[in-house]
Every structure is written in C-alpha cells, then in structure tokens.
C-alpha cells in the first residue's frame, strides 16, 4: 500500500532501445558478443528489447557512414515506438562514448532516459584524444540519466575525470552467460597450450607474450601458443613469431562456440594486457571452464584477479616474470595444484553471471522511471 492507501502495482518491465556501434549476428559472430549476450539476459528478465546496432566490422572502420548509419537506425526506431504509442522508457547506448553522442538526441526525442554502459576504452582512452572530444563527452555524461560501468576502476575514472554526473556510477558486470555454458568435463584438455584471445592492437601485450613464449618453449619444449583475435597488428606479430622461431599458431577471429571449445580444452589462458583493461570479459569466461588465467593486473582486472587463489598475476610488460608464470601454470594444469585455482576462478566466474546483472540493472531501471 502507499501512503495514500491505495494498492500498488508491481513495477513494469522496461521498454529499452540498446543503441551500440558492435553487435554480433550469424555473420559476425564474434562482433560485440557482450553486448549480445546482455541483450538475451534483458529478453529473458522481459524487458521489450529494440537494438540499433552496426553489424559489420567492415562498416565499423568508416566513422562518418558507421555512426550516421547508427543515427539513422536509431530515429527511426524511436519514432517508430512512438507512433505506435509504445515509446521506450530508456535509450541503453553501448559503447558510452562515442556511442553515447547518437543516442542523446535519440532518448531526448523519444522522451526516454539516457542511459551509458562504460567497458573501458570509451572512458579511459577515447574521450582524450582531442580537447574537443573531451568537452564532448563531459557534456554527454552529464546530460545521461545513469550511467553503468563494468567494473570499479571504469566508474571511477568516469566520475574523476568525466563528472559531475546526475547520479552515481553504477557498476555492473556487462556478464558472461554460465547458463548455456557446458558444465561437462572436456573430452580432451591440452594443459600444454597457452591461449590469448583478445584483438591484436597495442596495449593488449600480445608482444610481450611472444617473448615470453619464446623463453618458456626453451623449459617446456612441449608448449604450444594459440593466438585467438585480429586487428592490423596481426603481421606484424606473425612476422615477430617467425623472427623469434616460435611455433605459434594465430587463428584469426573466431565464432564464440569455437572460441569456447578452446577455453575448455586449454590448460593456460594469458591476459598480458600492457594497458588498462576495463573489466576482462575472456579471463572470467576462462574460469568458468577451468582454464588457468595469467594475467596483469591492469585496471579493471586488479579486482579480479587473486594471485594463486583463482590464478596468477604478473607485472605489465615484464617478459621475464610471465615466461616463469607460464611455466608455473602449465605445471599446475597437469597437477594437483590446478584444482585450488579451478575453483576460485569458477567462483570468480559466478560473480559475474549476467542473469544477476541483468537483475541489478532492471532495478536501477525501476527506480529511474518510477
């Protein structure tokens, strides 16, 4: 009952438009899966979903057709619900900045709360490339109704140096769906393969990781190296593995079932970040499959990782530490002392269920359109 003695309705789910500039399709598999694997959580929690989205990473490389495309698809669907008198209560913009600035005009003629989902990169990199793009996305962020970011050191950087903001960050778990995850054994793990899966740009330390793989295929001749991601560092990496004489096998990008069939038969995962990562989205997926994670504790990722509790941790850029890490993990995979790991990183891993971020988000939407 409110105050007014009348009885009250449970709260409506939200109708939400997620405006993103990546989203993963049949084609494109691995184009965005987060935001993808969000979206179906908002689905099954019964939030009316509509998504905007560029779906081709061809289209993603042109920046004036990619976000006038986005402009456009946006409007549109937004006029759209409102002729049929079912307009959106929130406009949900993925990546914040610059994403955030197609879908301002969006929620403003929709009638909708703004809101903008921090991953890392759009806070702590993007906005200060130029002064003006900073001006731009300080005005952004204090014109959005709320604003989430996936992990603490996201949010803080947003409210340090993008503030003030309306209302606090909420931090929340973009997610990682352990309900369609195969909780069966592997039919084969390969404790001796080192895996990374990440794209091939600066500041994701694929570099230091040949040099280490180098050093370690010098202790364990058996080691292997599978690298998982593209990106136009990818020759230039090729060509560093061939100069050092390491067997190193570079997949290209793969679809997401691939990508979890390898995480479930590989011993070790390396996340040897030389930047600030916002959250780490593919160590977590690693836990939850038993894979053994090394990695640096490079922003968002110092709050996940627990050295030799759910793996272990090595300083940025130190070719050395990570070669003798590597090797420690690999021994692990094989013996008794994995299984500690195993389970404090599937602890890990089940923090960030997004079937529990989702929930957590659609109240934080509650309270915002009341």
């Not at 989205?281 to 499959?289: E, F, I, T, Y």
């Not at 030799?308 to 995979?333: H, M, Q, R």
Request: a positive charge; one cysteine or more; glycine letters at 10%.
């Amino acid at each position: 009952m409110d105050g007014l003695g009348s009885p009250t309705r449970p709260p409506r789910a939200p109708r939400i438009l997620v405006v993103t500039n990546l989203y993963p399709t049949p084609a494109h598999p691995a184009f965005g899966t987060f935001v993808g694997t969000r979206v179906d959580a908002l689905r099954r929690a019964g939030a009316t979903i509509g998504v905007a989205a560029i779906t081709d990473p061809g289209l993603h490389r042109n920046v004036v057709r990619k976000y006038l495309r986005l402009a456009l698809d946006a409007t549109g669907a937004a006029v759209f619900a409102r002729l049929r008198r079912r307009p959106y209560d929130v406009v949900e913009a993925h990546i914040a900045f610059p994403t955030g600035l197609v879908a301002w005009p969006v929620a403003t003629l929709g009638g909708a709360r703004l809101s903008l989902f921090c991953h890392g990169s759009d806070v702590v990199r993007l906005p200060w490339l130029s002064p003006r793009r900073a001006a731009l996305a300080r005005r952004l962020f204090a014109r959005a109704d709320l604003v989430f970011a996936n992990s603490r050191y996201t949010a803080e950087v947003a409210e340090s140096r993008l503030g003030p903001l309306r209302r606090p960050v909420t931090v929340v778990s973009p997610g990682i769906d352990l309900g369609r995850m195969d909780a069966s054994p592997p039919p084969v793990r390969e404790p001796d393969r080192v895996l990374f899966v990440g794209r091939l740009v600066p500041g994701k330390g694929a570099d230091v990781l040949l040099e280490a793989f180098a050093l370690l295929v010098a202790r364990r001749p058996g080691a292997r190296l599978t690298i998982v991601g593209d990106g136009f560092e990818r020759a230039r990496l090729e060509e560093r593995a061939r100069d050092l004489g390491a067997a190193v096998e570079f997949r290209g990008s793969l679809a997401p079932e691939i990508v979890t069939d390898l995480l479930r038969r590989t011993g070790v995962l390396a996340v040897p970040s030389t930047e600030p990562e916002g959250l780490g989205l593919v160590a977590l997926q690693a836990m939850a499959h038993g894979a053994i994670v090394v990695a640096t504790a490079c922003g968002g990722m110092a709050e996940t990782m627990r050295h030799e509790e759910n793996g272990f941790v090595v300083p940025p850029g130190d070719v050395d530490a990570l070669a003798t890490t590597l090797e420690k993990a690999l021994a692990a995979a094989t013996g008794p002392a994995g299984e500690p790991l195993r389970e404090g990183g599937r602890a890990t891993a089940a923090a960030h269920d997004v079937e529990a971020a989702v929930a957590a988000s659609l109240d934080r939407y509650a309270e915002l359109i009341g």
